[in-house]
T-cell receptor, first 118, second 112 residues
């Protein structure tokens, strides 16, 4: 299995809703990432987990709350979002975090969850 | 600020033309370098990568890139493009702090 699976593919929510995005990989990767991508823009790093511990938080507002229940799963909990948070949310994984010569930090991306906040 | 710059935002070529997309990064330390591609309606996927060794790296679908350390560049090339190469191309850099930073992307449109 060489895929990163994201659900749901599409999500529409109001500003008072609570919802979650889910990401799953079975490649044995120990680093998992959330990126946000707006139309015609590059992916922007949000969070990185390494061995199920939060390693990087790019000063993301607290209305986004990541969770890594185990080495295969990554969630992004959403609460009180704003319309400007509408975007494609990408999950990615790599064998591990960090630089090297082995290619262990090559990202495998999921197809994304397209979020619309009304 | 440390950044990745892609000079061409939108490139239009005819089939069989040669392609070169520029990528420069401003980080002075050790970096790992990547090109990712996003075909229409598909997810981001790795095109090629450079970690060390031969600065000329070959990727999938006939693409190659050359790392020139003195110029802080990692330009993507293909001698003869095809209509199926229509996609958005992102240069990316992994820095010592483990962050992976993407350039703004180049939208490539190949005319049949």
């Amino acid at each position: 299995d060489t895929e990163v699976t994201q659900t749901p593919k599409h999500l529409v929510m109001g500003m008072t809703n609570k919802k979650s995005l889910k990401c799953e990989q079975h490649m044995g990767h120990r680093a998992m990432y959330w990126y946000k991508q707006k139309a015609k823009k590059p992916p922007e790093l949000m969070f990185v987990y390494s061995y199920e511990k939060l390693s990087i938080n790019e000063s993301v507002p607290s209305r986004f709350s990541p969770e890594c229940p185990n080495s295969s799963l990554l969630n992004l909990h959403l609460h009180a979002l704003q319309p400007e948070d509408s975007a494609l949310y990408l999950c990615a994984s790599s064998q591990r975090l960090g630089q090297g010569i082995s290619g262990a930090n090559v990202l495998t991306f999921g197809a994304g969850s397209r979020l619309t906040v009304l | 600020a440390q950044s990745v710059s892609q000079h061409n935002h939108h490139v239009i070529l005819s089939e069989a033309a040669s392609l070169e997309l520029g990528c420069n990064y401003s980080y002075g330390g050790t970096v790992n370098l990547f090109w990712y591609v996003q075909y229409p309606g598909q997810h981001l996927q790795l095109l090629l990568k450079y970690f060390s060794g031969d600065p000329l790296v070959k990727g999938i679908k006939g693409f190659e890139a050359e790392f020139i350390k003195s110029k802080f560049s990692f330009n993507l090339r293909k001698p003869s493009v095809q209509w199926s190469d229509t996609a958005e191309y992102f240069c990316a850099v992994t820095r010592r702090d483990d962050k992976i930073i993407f350039g703004k992307g180049t939208r490539l449109h190949i005319l049949p």
